[in-house]
Structure formats: structure tokens, C-alpha cells
């Protein structure tokens, strides 16, 4: 093969250099804040609130970006404390209902049951002037839809679409069924694809499972938040996110590690898949920004990613949407038996339907290193412990434990890195499970108690470790 350096020897040759490959900028975008938004691009950067992520724990945004970035016709409904539309970060992605826009003012021009409903409605006020009194609603529209490459803010998942702002919630967050039941049917009639609902009650309710029914046979995705109660659904279900149907995906949420957050609900049966939750930096009203943490956060990365696909297949159901989503999501170890499909929403390999590879930070993939570290059986009280793990050439490192018996809540266990910043606290029972990821050769296991003892301590048997 010639070299390019025998080209360039060449009689009448200038210069030579190699056909490289060309792409469109369109995946990476310029906002300023891009880089606080780890769930689009996790590059192991510190998450707004000081927890140091993991590099590609991240819903691969970029990737899916270079396909598609939704369709501006594409309307996904906010059930929520209203949306902040005059954001700078937002206001280009309002939907508008053009009839009352070019109507008469306190006319009901499109005959739906509303007078000048111009880019949704406040079914608590009974008022088409929308104002997020709380910042709940603004902060998941932001995760859905802001705007990108306007140099202000952040990136949405899905950056050109259109937001429907449907205010059911009030300044303190709460609603009644009456509400969510008009804004849902608003929803429905008005043409949205898709709805994002990151509220929930411990109430069943046989309406507004009908209600959601509803709008799935006029095509509706009902994306919801899993819940925040920390148990499984099953212990504390919360609606509508609990219904198991067709057309609703049911959300729990990870933060930059990897791991499922300590405040998600989970189930390997009821919730469907994980999202960012923890530390999401995103709108809040008056052009103000922040990160929040919830379940809430959660679901409105699910609702980008399905309006994602719509954008590129909008024939797709429902139901064909939610299992495409569940099918491609990428494996993470500490959503095994947590949540049906056991990973993160992938965007791009939802786009391109393709089953996620093996989850690379999965320590059960790794070298590993016989180690026998262990406490007192059982531990002492008012004691506080350190040892010392290290691991030559390690990239990363993980701890197994053959057993943790901790009285929960009131005894720790922390696990620290190089530079004794805390990774991961672990305080229950468990038997046979990995530690949270460390990055580097060392890790530090600190046990802190108090004054009353009512557990057996902990057993570590080996390391697993990546080069």
C-alpha cells in the first residue's frame, strides 16, 4: 500500500493528506451549560451537586442527535405545574394553537371547550394564562425540550418539538383528579403524541386508568414518574406510573454512577425502565436554572427519547414505543431485578433498534483479586474503622461483599477513593453484591457506628478490577 509520504514524493504532487471522515456538527451543541447535563453526556465530570460520574453513563444523546432531533410538529404534553414559556430556553419550542392565536380574543374559536387556550391550559384556575408558580413543571420541560445551540442554557433530549403546557399542580405541588382528568383529556383531544406525568398518588383510580386507556387508543404514550418512596412499587405503588398498561411507561431514575437513586421506586414488574434522576440541572422560570433530583427528573429524559422516535417513526404505538425503549436500554448491574428491561433508556439504540451491549462497568465482567477483609463479628459500637484496598494498574475497582449486616440507617459503611471522597454508603443486609464503582487503585472502606449494635458486620471475599 502506497504511504502518503511516497504520494507526496511524487513529481506535480503539492501536498498529500488522508480522506478523512466528514460529519454534520449537529450532534454536539453550544449551550453553556451543556456540560452540568451528565445525563446527555457523562464524560466522569462532577454532577451539579459533587458526585463524580462515571464516563458513558449517559442515555447517548449525542449519537441519536445525528439522526434526529424531533419534528416540530411533534407535540408532547406537560402534566405538571404549568411551564414558564417565556424562558429564553424555551419559548421557541411552545406549542401554539394557531385557531385561538389568529381568533378572537374570549372566543372559543376552535369549539374545544376553551376560550383563547393559546399554548395549553390551568384546569386549576380555569385560566389559559399559565404560570408555574412552583418550578416543577418548567424544570421538566427543560429535561424534554429546551432549545440547543441558541448559545443560553441547556440541551433538551429532544430539542425540536413542542411543549403543551398542561397546569393541573399547584404552587405546593398538589392537584385533585378532577384536574388531571381535564388535562388529560385536553391532551387527548388537542393532538398531543405523547404526555410526560411526573406526579403520582397512592390512590388507585379506576378513572384515570380509563382516562389514560383513552387516550392509548387515540394513539397517546403515558410516560410517568416510578416514585419516590424508595421500596418497591409493589410496597407503595404509586398512580398512574403503577397501571401496567399498554401505553404507559413507568420510570425509575440512576444518578451519574450508575446506580439506582436511594429516593426511587422500583420494580422488576411494574417499572419499565431507568433515567437520570439525581442532580438534573435544568429550566427553572424567570430564565433561571438548577439541578433538582426525583423521579421527576426521571421521567421527562424517557418522554425526549420517545418523542426521539416518534420524530423518526411516527407510525409507531404505544405499545411498540415502550417495548422498543425497553428492549434497547443499556444494561446497568444495580437495575438488575430493579426494573423490567434492568437499564438506562438508550436513545440512540432505540432509533436505530439495536439491543444495548453488556454493561461495561459491570464488575462481574472484571479481573478479579482475592481479598479477605472482614470486621469484628459483631462490630463495636462508638467505632469508626478504615481499610485500605489497593489494586496495582487499576482503572477501576469494586469491592464484593460475601455479606453486610448493618443496622440500617444507624450504622455505615462508606466507600471512599484515592482521595477519601465518598462513592457509595451502604447500610442493611445484604449478602453477595458489588460495592459502587471506584475510578483509580485504591479504595478506602470506612465503618462508622453508634452507640447500640444490631448486626453481624461485613465479609469481603475479592475485588473485582479494570485495567
Known amino acids: 500500500q502506497t504511504s502518503l509520504h511516497q504520494?507526496?514524493?511524487?513529481?506535480?504532487?503539492?501536498?498529500?493528506e488522508p480522506n478523512v471522515r466528514i460529519w454534520l456538527k449537529q450532534n454536539s451543541v453550544n449551550?453553556?451549560?451543556?456540560?452540568k447535563t451528565w445525563g446527555l453526556k457523562n464524560l466522569g465530570q462532577l454532577d451539579p451537586k459533587g458526585l463524580r460520574g462515571i464516563a458513558d453513563v449517559d442515555i447517548k444523546a449525542e449519537e441519536a442527535w445525528k439522526i434526529t432531533q424531533g419534528r416540530q410538529d411533534l407535540i408532547v404534553g406537560v402534566l405538571d405545574t404549568g411551564i414558564d414559556l417565556s424562558h429564553e430556553d424555551l419559548s421557541a419550542n411552545a406549542w401554539v394553537n394557531e385557531v385561538e392565536k389568529n381568533g378572537q380574543p374570549?372566543?372559543?374559536?376552535?369549539?374545544?371547550?376553551?376560550?383563547?387556550?393559546?399554548?395549553g391550559f390551568d384546569f386549576i384556575n380555569n385560566t389559559p394564562v399559565i404560570v408555574d408558580d412552583h418550578g416543577h413543571g418548567t424544570h421538566v420541560a427543560g429535561i424534554i425540550g429546551a432549545s440547543a445551540n441558541n448559545g443560553k442554557g441547556i440541551a433538551g433530549v429532544a430539542w425540536n418539538i413542542r411543549l403543551m403546557s398542561l397546569k393541573f399542580l399547584s404552587a405546593h405541588g398538589g392537584g385533585d383528579m378532577a384536574s388531571a382528568l381535564k388535562a388529560i383529556g385536553y391532551a387527548t383531544k388537542m393532538g398531543a403524541h405523547l404526555t410526560n406525568n411526573s406526579w403520582g398518588t397512592g390512590q388507585n383510580s379506576n378513572i384515570l386508568k380509563e382516562a389514560i386507556e383513552e387516550a392509548g387508543k387515540k394513539g397517546i404514550l403515558f410516560v410517568a414518574a416510578a416514585g419516590n418512596d424508595g421500596v418497591s412499587v409493589e410496597e407503595r405503588p404509586s398512580y398512574p406510573a403503577a397501571f401496567n398498561l399498554a401505553n404507559t411507561i413507568s420510570v425509575a431514575a440512576i444518578d451519574a454512577r450508575g446506580d439506582l437513586a436511594s429516593f426511587s421506586s422500583y420494580s422488576k414488574d411494574l417499572v419499565d425502565v431507568a433515567a437520570p434522576g439525581q442532580n438534573i440541572y435544568s429550566t427553572l422560570p424567570g430564565n433561571k436554572y438548577d439541578a433538582w433530583s426525583g423521579t421527576s427528573m426521571a421521567s421527562p429524559y424517557v418522554a425526549g427519547v420517545a418523542a426521539l422516535l416518534l420524530a423518526q417513526e411516527p407510525g409507531l404505538t404505544p405499545l411498540e414505543i415502550k417495548n422498543r425503549i425497553s428492549r434497547t436500554a443499556s444494561p446497568l448491574l444495580d437495575l438488575e431485578g430493579k426494573v423490567r428491561s434492568g437499564g438506562l433508556v438508550n436513545a440512540y439504540r432505540a432509533l436505530v433498534n439495536q439491543v444495548s451491549p453488556p454493561d461495561q462497568n459491570d464488575p462481574g465482567r472484571w479481573a478479579r483479586v482475592s481479598k479477605d477483609i472482614e470486621s469484628s463479628h459483631p462490630y463495636g459500637a462508638h467505632s469508626d474503622q478504615e481499610w485500605e484496598v489497593r489494586i496495582d494498574n487499576a482503572r477501576q475497582i469494586a469491592i464484593h461483599f460475601k455479606k453486610l449486616d448493618l443496622e440500617e440507617g444507624f450504622d455505615r459503611l462508606y466507600v471512599m477513593d484515592s482521595q477519601k471522597r465518598i462513592v457509595g454508603v451502604m447500610t442493611s443486609v445484604k449478602e453477595n453484591f458489588y460495592s459502587s464503582v471506584v475510578e483509580g487503585q485504591t479504595v478506602y472502606l470506612r465503618l462508622v457506628t453508634d452507640k447500640t449494635i444490631h448486626g453481624s458486620g461485613f465479609v469481603v471475599d475479592f475485588v473485582a478490577n479494570k485495567e
Open 106 to 119: 374570549g372566543v372559543d374559536d376552535d369549539n374545544n371547550g376553551y376560550v383563547d387556550d393559546i399554548n
Open 31 to 35: 449551550d453553556p451549560f451543556y456540560d
Open 7 to 16: 504520494l507526496a514524493s511524487l513529481p506535480g504532487v503539492k501536498y498529500v
